[in-house]
């Protein structure tokens, strides 16, 4: 399955293949990025990280805050 | 926030402190042997009584119930990556990421030693706002100067 992934803050939009019985941590993961510091959006809305990938509009939002 | 809290009669400032928050500010004290300064984050003599009431919920819990609420904001401190609280950080997020719990169990420990810690310096009045302070400059002021010199 090709998905389209956009990462905030950044306006980064990356297109990946994935598998498709993959988790949303898995994906993120993928990416390089550690699930402890995002939240996942499907279609705007918050999804556990552990449920499989669906296709549509993904977001990986990064919760990170200044220092 | 101490001036204002004692303009309205506050008797407590609560902050918004997750566990994040509080777990790094443990470690990093732990990693600059600052013990004084560590002690110091839990309140100090002569400022209003600080509480922190998210101070066991995740960052990124704290971050999806703004989500949900419409609360929150996705821009990041320009500051952040400057600092050894980004670093510490990445390091408790892998941490978390490969033992659950980490950030909790930090916190947890502290609480049992942080009372035979010393309170250290007394406090004094920042030269420029007349605020309370531990050296000559408030942290407030000192901000403020560094971000108008850039």
């Known amino acids: 399955m090709r998905i389209t992934v956009r990462v905030l803050p950044g306006k980064i939009e990356k297109r990946v293949n994935v598998s498709n019985d993959i988790t949303y941590e898995s994906l993120v993961t993928q990416l390089k990025i550690n699930p402890e510091e995002v939240l996942v959006l499907k279609e705007g809305k918050s999804v556990p990280i552990d449920d499989k990938v669906e296709e549509g509009e993904i977001t990986i939002l990064r919760v990170i805050s200044g220092g | 926030m101490d001036g204002r809290a004692k303009e309205l009669s506050a008797t407590k400032l609560a902050t918004g402190h997750n566990l994040d928050d509080e777990a790094q500010t ?25 509480i922190k009431p998210l101070r066991e919920v995740l960052e990124r819990e704290v971050a999806l119930y703004g989500l949900l609420e419409g609360l929150i904001d996705t821009s990041e401190c320009p500051y952040a990556e400057q600092s050894l609280r980004w670093n510490v950080r990445k390091m408790l997020n892998e941490f978390e990421s490969n033992h659950p719990g980490t950030k909790y169990a930090l916190v947890r420990g502290y609480e049992k030693i942080g009372r035979f810690l010393p309170m250290g310096r007394t406090l004094s009045t920042c030269e420029r706002c007349g605020g309370g302070c531990t050296g000559k400059i408030c942290k407030a002021c000192e901000l403020i100067e560094m971000i108008r010199s850039k």
């Open chain 2, 26 to 50: 443990i470690l990093m004290n732990y990693l600059k042997g600052d013990m004084e300064k560590l002690r110091r984050s839990d309140g100090e003599h002569g400022f209003i009584k600080r």
